[in-house]
């Protein structure tokens, strides 16, 4: 009996220690470079990323190199991907479509945080040095895996400047 009750109480320090890693929202600084997982408004984790070649100013169009600037939602996960896991990011919403419009652009999208390039065998150290992507925030692999697991689909994320 004692040991059905020990495995028990393990079993639920478990799941809560696992319920209270997860991020209730994402905050991207991108003049810092930083990704940071929040929890009632609280950073609790900071992570370095890379960006895209033309990384001030929001995303204009498809092409641009520019990541998004604003309130998204992080809509879905995928481990099929050119890249080591990558979380969606809801760009382009209504007004990102109608910027682009009005300037006779396609908005573009797949914007995601993703880790690396499932085929370099550069180290992450070096790749990270650069802004390489297309308009999408990048971590090392075993960041992603940190990230991944804290995030569940519809986890706000906002982007700043």
Known sequence: MYKVLLIG????????????FLADSVLVDKSERKLYLLREGIKYREYSIALG???RGHKLHAG?????????????????SDFYKA????????????????????PGGSIMIHGMPN???????LIQMFNWTDGCIAVTNQDMDEIWSAIKP???IDIRP
Do not use: W
């Open 9 to 20: 109480f393990l079993v639920c320090q478990l799941a809560m220690a696992d319920e209270q």
């Open 53 to 55: 070649p033309r990384p």
């Open 64 to 80: 641009d190199e520019r990541t998004p600037e604003g309130r998204y939602i992080l809509d879905f996960k995928t481990e099929k």
């Open 87 to 106: 979380i969606h990011i809801s760009y382009p919403n209504e007004q990102d479509i109608k910027r682009a419009s009005d300037i006779g652009a396609a």
């Open 119 to 125: 085929n370099t065998t550069l180290p992450p150290e």
């Open 154 to 156: 519809g986890t706000p």
